[in-house]
């Protein structure tokens, strides 16, 4: 064996992994990518009280924040739970698709909100 085959060996194992990695982070940026483009598509078709599974069934997992209420803008008082749904290269890019829900678990403000 001589001393290049090891050499070659690791180059080619980092290489791989590398590779590996580009892949994975691509997929990720695919699929978020896609559920961005899914909640731009439907978030116009949430209305007032809708329930809080039915905002989820439709627009998915909130991808930027989901609890505590103001985490980006206020829209309304009483919000208890508050969905956002934000670009994936948020804050980066800040545009977020903001659901408001009282504590019946009800929509009662949503928002599209861009940073000026």
Known sequence: MTRSQPANRRRFLFGLVWIVLILALWQHERS???HYAGVKDQFETVAEG???A???SR???PSYHEGRCGTIARISTGCQVE???GHPFSP???DYFIVE???DHEVIAT???VSP
């Open 101 to 103: 829900f009282n504590g």
């Open 92 to 94: 980066l890019t800040a």
């Open 54 to 56: 039915s905002v989820y």
């Open 111 to 113: 928002r599209h909100w």
């Open 59 to 61: 627009l998915g997992k």
């Open 83 to 85: 969905f956002v749904y």
């Open 32 to 34: 978020a990518f896609a």
């Open 50 to 52: 809708q329930s809080e």
